[in-house]
């Protein structure tokens, strides 16, 4: 039998009372050339042209730079710690603004 805890607050995570979500975060450099294709209709775009391109325009170095770019994490969280997460995702510190007068 498997036994989860969750990662952010280390504790354990009963599988048989439903309360482990899974979070999953890919991290990769945005690559934008112009306009997204998935936008408009483009049934008649042909792709393997803009691979090929694409291609061509990466040197091997670029790739390994890519790979160190890219990043997959998967994390196992409780119910208390999925809530605060989907909250703040990125675990912004929110701080009270003090409103000052113009004097």
Known sequence: MLHYSCDACKRPIEAASGGRHVVKIEVFPAIEDGPCPCDGDHDDADHLEDVQDLLERIDEGDIE????????????????????????????????????SNN
């Open 65 to 100: 730079d890519l790979e160190e770019a890219t990043r997959s994490l998967r994390f196992d969280l409780c119910d208390d710690c999925r809530r605060r997460f989907v909250k703040n995702p990125l675990g912004v510190r929110v701080g009270k603004k003090f409103g000052f």
